[in-house]
Structures are given as C-alpha cells and as structure tokens.
C-alpha cells in the first residue's frame, strides 16, 4: 500500500495508558503528496495533509495567531452546543509552540518528535512524551497538527470539517488547551500545534470564553468544578472577595478599573477544602462613555376621567460611566417639550434623574425626547443619550376585570 493511500485510510489513533490515563491523537504518516489544494470533502485527515501553500495573509505575530486559534476553538464550542470554554494553559502552549518549531526546523509532519541527523530523520519521542515533559500528571490528552494554512480561521476550520479533529476540538474531556504556531522553514511553510488536557482536582477559571481582550469592564466567567465544588467567591487582583455563594459555573463580573491587564480570581470549596484558580484578560477601551438605563422609550398613559397615570410615578433612568475608567461625568439634561419635566436638570455619574409627564387637558398622542450629554472631562465618549417619550391622554380608559376562581378541594 502507498504511502499515500496509507493516509486515506488512516483517520485517528486512540492509546489507552493504564486505566486512568488516556491520549487521543490525530495522526497519519508523512504527507507524501505535493504542496497543492486539498479537498475537504476527501477521507484523509485534513489537518494532516498541507494546504495550497499561498503568501501569508498579514505579518501578524505567532503571539496573536495561537490566541486566536484558542479563541476560534472556544467560539466553535460554544456554537456546537455550548459547550465550556477551555483554559489557555501555558505548559500547553510550550510544548505546542516546541512541536511547531520543531517539525519546521527539522522539516517533518509528524505528531512524533523526530531530529535530523546528517539528513535523516531520527526518532526521539512519542507525541504524548513530548507533551508530558511539560505538562504532568494529566488525565487526558489531545493533539492537533496542521500545516500549510496561512491564517487561523482557516487551519481551525480544517480541524472542524474532519470528523477526527472536531472530536477533539469539541471534547467534553478537555479543561485546558496550549496552541503553538511557526513559519519561515520547512517544506510546508507554517506550522501549527494545538495540546489539549485536563488535569485531576485542577477546576480552571476562564473569563470571555478565553478572548485575549476586551473594551467591557463587564465580562462572563466560567469556573470548572461541577462534581466537586460547593460553594464559590471571586476578587480582581488584590481586592475584597465577594460572598461565597453556592457554585454555579457560569457568573457575570465586572473587572477593576482602569485599562490595561487584569486578573480575576476565583476559590472554590468543598467542606473545608479549597481550590484556587485564576485568568487574566487585557481591558483596553473608552476611559469614559455616557451610559443611560433603561434605553430605548419610555411610554405614559393617562386616564383623563380618572386621572389615573401609568406608570403611576416618575420614570427614573440610571446615568453611568460605563467605560473601562471609573471617573466620574458631569452630564446635563435637556428636554424639549413643556408636557414633561426631568429632576434633576444636571449631575455627575454615577446618579439617577426622574422624568415625569405632566398629562395636557387634550386627549391625543405626544411625543417628546430627553438627551443627557456629557460636559466633563472633555474626552467623555457617547457625547449625549436620547431617551425618546411617549405620553397617551385617553379620555376614558376601559378597564375589564376578570373573575377570580378558586378550584375546591
């Protein structure tokens, strides 16, 4: 059989270590076939065979390449069945970023480490070896490799249309992945290595499904822990832990202030049995942005034979910065229609105004807009806010109540 078909047929390898330890790899031989377009609708495994080796699309760093690889396997998770998002692990990334190099130095495809010697190739270690080496005491392993492709999209989306390496992508066993990327040597051009594991009693925190950055000071956690973990807490770098609340893995949180890297940290407890865990993130938008809730419109209706008004009070809206800084914004409000007033006409977030309608004699639809505009400091983003309102003055409103029924017992 050729090489060649050799690859056709081979679609993943599955090694059982002991009774505990797994190791679940895509593998295949050496691609033999030239540098050209593969098929993805072809039964070899697609991440094994090169691509059309094209010009790099940008000069984008490996840094941000392996980022969105993992990026790009957490959207792909959450898409299939929203699955949980896993950990950057930096003990994963070495040994990936090791492979990728090293397959491209020596030029090979393997998930074997080999070396060239005199222009051979020699072995030296089992794929799972190399893995181990940086990362231990592990209970499950994964790996994918790929070469020739020319961004991450496009390498990820190889994995995901070969049913071997979306299994992988997308496997519930997995807690923590490392990605490694290389080019400029070898036959194939680019390189590319993503490890996955899991370690036992290691529950990860991971904040935006692993985004490397964000312009909210709002963002989402998962904790792992389910199984384990009763009760858990959180804190931004060295501030108050919040309460302990019972564990639930998913929690909004909102990050210290201020741009630039921040790092949220989690406890979880068993009894009294704790287990730590942290992620960071970097924050990096608007300083200051003008925020107004609710949004959108706010509608009164007014009974004029009753003079009943509803709602029966003032509409009461939230100013807010709601950018990444926690500085304060002197805003001021304005109103144009003489129907409705806003108390008060000017403050400094964080703060709260009113507005109220004062219902005319005439029946009939009025329409009216409130706008906060932010007057300091000066580089404020979202310089103003509407808030449109609608005030319904019917003579008459019919009202119909309905029988209360009691069923007997």
Same mark, same amino acid.
């Given at each position: 059989?050729?090489?060649?078909?050799?690859?056709?047929?081979?679609?993943?390898?599955?090694?059982?270590?002991?009774?505990?330890?797994?190791?679940?790899?895509?593998?295949?031989?050496?691609?033999?076939?030239?540098?050209?377009?593969?098929?993805?609708?072809?039964?070899?495994?697609?991440?094994?065979?090169?691509?059309?080796?094209?010009?790099?699309?940008?000069?984008?760093?490996?840094?941000?390449?392996?980022?969105?690889?993992?990026?790009?396997?957490?959207?792909?998770?959450?898409?299939?069945?929203?699955?949980?998002?896993?950990?950057?692990?930096?003990?994963?990334?070495?040994?990936?970023?090791?492979?990728?190099?090293?397959?491209?130095?020596?030029?090979?495809?393997?998930?074997?480490?080999?070396?060239?010697?005199?222009?051979?190739?020699?072995?030296?270690?089992?794929?799972?070896?190399?893995?181990?080496?940086?990362?231990?005491?592990?209970?499950?392993?994964?790996?994918?490799?790929?070469?020739?492709?020319?961004?991450?999209?496009?390498?990820?989306?190889?994995?995901?249309?070969?049913?071997?390496?979306?299994?992988?992508?997308?496997?519930?066993?997995?807690?923590?992945?490392?990605?490694?990327?290389?080019?400029?040597?070898?036959?194939?051009?680019?390189?590319?290595?993503?490890?996955?594991?899991?370690?036992?009693?290691?529950?990860?925190?991971?904040?935006?499904?692993?985004?490397?950055?964000?312009?909210?000071?709002?963002?989402?956690?998962?904790?792992?822990?389910?199984?384990?973990?009763?009760?858990?807490?959180?804190?931004?770098?060295?501030?108050?832990?919040?309460?302990?609340?019972?564990?639930?893995?998913?929690?909004?949180?909102?990050?210290?202030?201020?741009?630039?890297?921040?790092?949220?940290?989690?406890?979880?407890?068993?009894?009294?049995?704790?287990?730590?865990?942290?992620?960071?993130?970097?924050?990096?938008?608007?300083?200051? =942005? /003008?925020? %107004?809730?609710?949004?959108?419109?706010?509608? +009164? $209706?007014?009974?004029?034979?009753? @003079? *009943?008004?509803?709602?029966?009070?003032?509409?009461?809206?939230?100013?807010?910065?709601?950018?990444?800084?926690?500085?304060?914004?002197?805003?001021?409000?304005?109103?144009?229609?003489?129907?409705?007033?806003?108390?008060?006409?000017?403050?400094?977030?964080?703060?709260?105004?009113?507005?109220?309608?004062?219902?005319?004699?005439?029946?009939?639809?009025?329409?009216?807009?409130?706008?906060?505009?932010?007057?300091?400091?000066?580089?404020?983003?979202?310089?103003?806010?509407?808030?449109?309102? =609608? /005030?319904? %003055?019917?003579?008459?409103?019919?009202?119909? +109540? $309905?029988?209360?029924?009691?069923? @007997? *017992?």
């Amino acid at each position: 059989m050729t090489t060649a078909k050799k690859a056709l047929a081979i679609l993943a390898w599955l090694i059982l270590l002991g009774t505990t330890r797994r190791v679940w790899a895509q593998g295949g031989p050496y691609p033999s076939r030239p540098i050209g377009a593969v098929h993805i609708s072809n039964a070899a495994p697609i991440a094994d065979l090169p691509a059309s080796q094209t010009v790099l699309e940008g000069l984008t760093s490996s840094v941000d390449f392996t980022a969105q690889v993992v990026e790009l396997i957490n959207q792909a998770r959450w898409e299939n069945g929203r699955l949980p998002p896993l950990k950057r692990q930096e003990d994963l990334d070495a040994a990936a970023a090791y492979h990728s190099q090293d397959m491209a130095v020596d030029d090979y495809f393997n998930h074997d480490s080999y070396n060239r010697v005199d222009g051979q190739l020699v072995f030296e270690k089992a794929w799972y070896e190399r893995v181990s080496s940086y990362y231990s005491d592990w209970s499950a392993l994964g790996e994918c490799i790929a070469a020739g492709y020319t961004s991450p999209q496009s390498v990820v989306n190889a994995w995901l249309n070969s049913p071997g390496h979306r299994a992988i992508l997308l496997g519930e066993n997995y807690t923590e992945i490392g990605s490694g990327y290389y080019s400029g040597a070898g036959t194939y051009g680019t390189y590319w290595t993503t490890d996955f594991g899991s370690r036992p009693g290691v529950y990860p925190l991971v904040i935006n499904r692993e985004a490397a950055a964000t312009d909210q000071r709002d963002v989402s956690l998962y904790v792992y822990g389910a199984g384990w973990a009763t009760q858990m807490r959180f804190r931004n770098e060295t501030g108050e832990w919040s309460e302990w609340e019972p564990y639930n893995p998913d929690r909004a949180w909102t990050l210290s202030c201020g741009n630039g890297q921040k790092t949220v940290y989690a406890e979880l407890s068993n009894g009294s049995e704790i287990r730590s865990a942290s992620d960071s993130i970097l924050l990096d938008g608007e300083p200051y =942005r /003008l925020t %107004v809730e609710p949004d959108g419109e706010v509608i +009164f $209706l007014y009974d004029a034979e009753s @003079g *009943q008004l509803v709602p029966t009070s003032a509409w009461t809206l939230q100013v807010e910065n709601g950018g990444t800084g926690c500085g304060g914004i002197t805003w001021e409000a304005y109103w144009d229609e003489n129907w409705l007033t806003v108390s008060p006409a000017t403050g400094t977030t964080p703060s709260t105004l009113t507005v109220t309608p004062i219902p005319p004699a005439t029946p009939g639809e009025y329409v009216g807009e409130v706008t906060i505009t932010a007057l300091l400091p000066a580089d404020a983003g979202a310089v103003s806010q509407s808030i449109s309102v =609608r /005030l319904i %003055v019917a003579s008459q409103v019919d009202q119909t +109540f $309905l029988p209360l029924v009691v069923k @007997g *017992q």
